[in-house]
C-alpha cells in the first residue's frame, strides 16, 4: 500500500505598508484584533443581562447596560480607534501568500 502526500507550493509576497498609510493588510489585521477583543466584552454584557433577570421574565429594561459596561465599551472603542491609528502611523511589513 503506497500513499502519496500532495504538496501545494505557495508564493509568498511581502507587502509594505508606508507611514500614514493604511492599507487591505493593516485593516484585516485591525479587523482581526477587534474580532478577539470583542469577544470578552461580550461575555461581559451577557453576564450582566443574565444577572439582571428578575423573577418576573425578561424585560427591556433588563438590556439596558449599566455604567460600568458603558464605561467598559468606551475603553473598547477608544482601543480600538487607538490600535488603528498605530496601525496608520506605523511602517510595517506582512508576509502574505499569493
Do not use: C, H
Not at 6 to 26: G, P
Not at 65 to 80: D, E, F, H, R, T
Amino acid at each position: 500500500m503506497t500513499t502519496q502526500i500532495a504538496t501545494k507550493k505557495v508564493e509568498e509576497v511581502v507587502v509594505k505598508s508606508d507611514r500614514f498609510e493604511l492599507n487591505k493588510w493593516d485593516f484585516k489585521k485591525w479587523i482581526e484584533n477587534q474580532r478577539s477583543f470583542l469577544a470578552p466584552m461580550g461575555v461581559l454584557y451577557l453576564a450582566f443581562v443574565i444577572t439582571n433577570v428578575g423573577n418576573q421574565g425578561i424585560s427591556f429594561s433588563d438590556f439596558v447596560p449599566s455604567n460600568g459596561i458603558l464605561s467598559a465599551m468606551a475603553l473598547y472603542v477608544l482601543n480600538a480607534l487607538y490600535d488603528l491609528f498605530r496601525k496608520w502611523s506605523d511602517e510595517k511589513k506582512y508576509i502574505v501568500a499569493k
